[in-house]
Nanobody, 118 residues
Framework: QVQLVESGGGLVQVGGSLRLSCAASGRAFSNYAMGWFRQAPGKEREAVAR????????WHADSVKGRFTISRDNAKNTVYLQMNSLKPEDTAVYYC???????????WGQGTQVTVSS
């Protein structure tokens, strides 16, 4: 089992920054890939970023590329999402997820709300 707890969400103005954190417990954190997803009201959940087990490979959605950065600290069992130059369309509930098998994301956090006001 893997437990994931997100934090760092909140209300920010357009152009501002936030850093989301996702603390993991349970199975060895350094053994699995991690991802950040978001879901806005009335929209489907979308992938935002992902990172491999050691942090050597990352992917970011086109909509956030150049503004968001995913990273991880395996010593702290934590994955981060640094979000800069925030836009109103970034408003959503953000979830972190763990991929143990590499085939899907088996474990999910409860989500943290990010609201960008114009």
């Amino acid at each position: 089992q893997v437990q994931l707890v997100e934090s760092g969400g909140g209300l920010v103005q357009v152009g501002g920054s936030l850093r989301l954190s996702c603390a993991a417990s349970g199975r060895a954190f350094s053994n699995y890939a991690m991802g950040w997803f978001r879901q806005a009201p009335g929209k489907e959940r979308e992938a935002v970023a992902r990172i491999n087990w050691i942090g050597s490979s990352t992917w970011h959605a086109d909509s956030v590329k150049g503004r968001f950065t995913i990273s991880r600290d395996n010593a702290k069992n934590t994955v981060y999402l640094q979000m800069n130059s925030l836009k109103p369309e970034d408003t959503a509930v953000y979830y972190c997820a763990a991929s143990v098998t590499g085939k899907t994301y088996e474990y999910w956090g409860q989500g943290t709300q990010v609201t960008v006001s114009s």
